[in-house]
């Protein structure tokens, strides 16, 4: 009887032990799943901050593009205004070693009278 009782008190034993061994690996697995969960929505997270990020490049390419458009428009308008002075400048305003001034068709070129 007492080899019964003994051997059931081991087995008792051992079916705790394994109880709380079960009982470890369910909350390592509870654990592995909130971290699951976890990892899950940082990458959630992550992704909607590199589409983001994504959003703003092609914005400021399309700004880059922009400006880029507007230096060479003020380039070409620079380039004409200098070409239009230097026309002025060789109809109102001859070179000092001629001796007589040139007179322009132009009524643009005519000083305005106060």
Do not use: G
Request: charged share 45%; with cysteine.
């Amino acid at each position: 009887m007492r080899l019964i009782e003994l051997r059931t008190r081991e087995t008792e034993i051992a079916i705790l032990r394994e109880r709380q061994k079960r009982l470890r690996i369910e909350q390592q697995i509870e654990q592995m799943k909130r971290e699951d969960e976890r990892l899950e929505r940082e990458h959630e997270q992550m992704r909607r901050e590199d589409e983001q990020l994504e959003k703003e490049e092609e914005e400021l390419e399309k700004e880059d593009e922009q400006i880029e458009n507007e230096i060479e428009k003020l380039r070409r308008e620079n380039a004409r205004l200098k070409t239009l002075l230097a026309c002025v400048d060789q109809l109102c305003f001859p070179p000092e070693s001629s001796s007589s001034p040139q007179t322009s068709t132009e009524p643009d070129c005519m000083p305005s009278s106060p």
